[in-house]
């Protein structure tokens, strides 16, 4: 296994639309760099060619987007197969994929939300076990937008805490994520914040996000992060501490300068924690 990140570590996406920007950025403008293996595997070329520079140069972590881990069908085995000689191959530092699912008979091409139930819990922490067996790894998942849930027998930071304890797996906690459905279902974002566990945080997301109401916030990672998302941030890192923090961006993308100065702003936070 490749060394873990450093605390405070800031990375940015690697997208296809900032390949040229990323190979061409000076020596030290960000520490990791994070992609969907979803998007990477198989694909050749030029885009592949700089892929793998990229890889080469720069420490590469991973987020899965189609795993499926709450979905009904069952796991895709060849996939896990084919991620784990992708992890392997570029010696990625970190795996996450997403506390959500995307197929039911077919894929259904967006991350959706679970029922906070026991029964979820049961059903989700089985498959992430499965998971991590299949990877040779521990995984992360991340905490997930929605903007209607399809049951709450459990408030949702107790559903996590229960997924993570059973699955005996790690959390990338996307802090935008908590801003968004805090606003949008009407909790305290500090106290979800609090409830996760310290000892399971392997990595923080920061993101922008679309201001559709007061009452209604839109997870789109096409902006610039909002003001109330960093003091979010900053939050987490006093309660819980510094860990590798990702800018994500996926569209809308403003100069590679613009994306390193919301960059500097994740070191400041972390330098002000640490």
């Known amino acids: 296994m490749p060394e873990a990140l450093p605390a405070r570590a800031a990375g940015l996406g690697l997208r296809r639309a900032l390949l040229d920007e990323l190979i061409e950025a000076p020596a030290g403008a960000f520490d990791f760099l994070e992609c969907a293996p979803d998007n990477w595997i198989g694909v050749g070329g030029r885009a592949g060619d700089r892929f793998a520079a990229l890889a080469a140069r720069h420490p590469l972590s991973c987020h899965g987007l189609s795993l499926s881990l709450g979905g009904p069908d069952p796991l895709d085995v060849a996939f896990l197969r084919q991620t784990r000689d992708f992890l392997e191959r570029h010696d990625a530092v970190l795996y996450s994929?997403?506390?959500?699912?995307?197929?039911?008979?077919?894929?259904?091409?967006?991350?959706?939300?679970?029922?906070?139930t026991d029964e979820a819990v049961h059903h989700v922490a089985a498959r992430i076990r499965?998971?991590?067996?299949?990877?040779?790894?521990?995984?992360?998942?991340?905490n997930v937008s929605?903007?209607?849930?399809?049951?709450?027998?459990?408030?949702?930071a107790d559903f996590?805490?229960?997924?993570?304890?059973?699955?005996?797996?790690?959390?990338?906690?996307?802090?935008?994520?908590?801003?968004?459905?805090?606003?949008?279902h009407g909790y305290d974002a500090r106290a979800f914040i609090e409830a996760m566990p310290t000892a399971r945080i392997a990595s923080y997301h920061v993101a922008g996000h679309y201001d559709e109401a007061d009452d209604l916030k839109i997870d789109t990672h096409g902006a610039a992060v909002k003001d109330d998302v960093w003091s979010?941030?900053?939050?987490?890192?006093?309660?819980?501490?510094?860990?590798?923090?990702?800018?994500?961006?996926?569209f809308h993308f403003p100069p590679l300068p613009a994306l390193l100065a919301e960059l500097a702003q994740v070191r400041a936070l972390q330098g002000a924690a640490a």
């Open 232 to 250: 979010l941030l900053a939050y987490a890192y006093r309660v819980h501490g510094v860990r590798p923090t990702l800018l994500e961006r996926d």
């Open 146 to 156: 929605y903007y209607a849930a399809p049951w709450q027998a459990l408030p949702e």
């Open 97 to 116: 994929e997403h506390l959500s699912y995307c197929s039911a008979g077919g894929h259904l091409y967006d991350l959706l939300p679970l029922p906070f």
């Open 130 to 142: 499965q998971a991590q067996e299949a990877l040779g790894r521990r995984i992360a998942v991340e």
């Open 160 to 184: 996590v805490n229960a997924v993570l304890a059973e699955a005996d797996c790690d959390l990338l906690l996307d802090v935008n994520n908590v801003f968004v459905n805090a606003v949008n």
